[in-house]
């Protein structure tokens, strides 16, 4: 599933292609996505100038020139791709943004769990947004943010920073990363973490984001002619998916356990 590094890195990657143009057409092959498509969606773009691309967590929002802002979500398999010259659609090409030079943006999503939606008023008071925690690269996420949310909280940290209402866009590769980074055993109750331990699990968060958005960036840099899926962080990866393994830090084998449906590895020695 596409996490915060690599929907931000679709929305570099098509910024430059798309930012200031204008949309010639919306074509919908397949409007039942996640949520379907609306269907007066397509004469609410045409025309109209795609102003800025921002992201709110995983959500793309497209501003336009008439004040209607598209929220776009990638879903569970979704990407990206820009096209510049007419190519064929594929079976799961739902999507295409035609703009009047020519340029497509083209919309993949083999399982349908994407989206296509839009507001006119408030992006940021749209019912899917409104709710999110501060975005995890921001200044308002911080030790102190965090100490304050976390008092009295039993629930376990790893659980806790993958909440979107107490931070967005922490998903599980992340999350699993960061722990580890800090020190911090997943399944530690969030009330529990000292001020110093939230002021280092901010910065680990941070940290651990910002090289995937790097590493993302740099696997690929431009969405022209590729199949538009950014690159993933693996190559970097500590601990998630090295269950048995031998810790990077002290050699003892990792151990693994499910939390919330989600696979949990941590070092039984080096994470307290």
């Not at 379907?36 to 795609?50: G, H």
Request: a positive charge; one cysteine or more; glycine letters at 8%.
């Amino acid at each position: 599933m596409p996490e915060l590094p690599e929907v931000e890195t679709t929305r570099r990657g098509i910024t430059p292609h798309i930012k200031g143009k204008k949309i010639r057409r919306l074509s919908v092959r397949n409007a039942n996505l996640r949520w379907p498509i609306p269907a007066e969606l397509i004469e609410l773009v045409k025309r109209k100038t795609i102003t800025d691309i921002q992201r709110r967590g995983k959500y793309l929002l497209f501003q336009l020139s008439s004040g209607v802002t598209l929220l776009w979500h990638l879903g569970m398999s979704g990407s990206m791709r820009i096209l510049t010259q007419a190519q064929a659609p594929n079976i799961h090409d739902h999507v295409d943004l035609e703009l009047t030079d020519g340029t497509t943006l083209r919309f993949h999503d083999p399982r349908r769990f994407g989206a296509l939606l839009y507001t006119e008023g408030d992006a940021a008071e749209h019912p899917l947004i409104s709710h999110l925690g501060p975005e995890p690269l921001s200044e308002d996420f911080n030790c102190d943010y965090l100490y304050q949310r976390t008092r009295k909280r039993s629930q376990a940290i790893k659980a806790a920073i993958m909440d979107s209402k107490l931070v967005v866009g922490v998903g599980n590769i992340y999350a699993n990363e960061a722990l580890f980074n800090a020190g911090i055993h997943p399944l530690k109750a969030a009330g529990k973490l000292t001020h110093p331990a939230c002021e280092h699990l901010t910065i680990e968060i941070k940290q651990v984001l910002q090289e995937a958005i790097k590493q993302g960036g740099t696997t690929l840099r431009d969405f022209t002619g590729s199949d538009g899926k950014p690159g993933y962080f693996a190559q970097q990866l500590s601990v998630y998916g090295r269950s048995g393994e031998p810790c990077n830090k002290c050699g003892k084998l990792l151990t693994e356990k499910r939390l919330g449906q989600r696979s949990t590895v941590y070092c039984t020695k080096c994470q307290r």
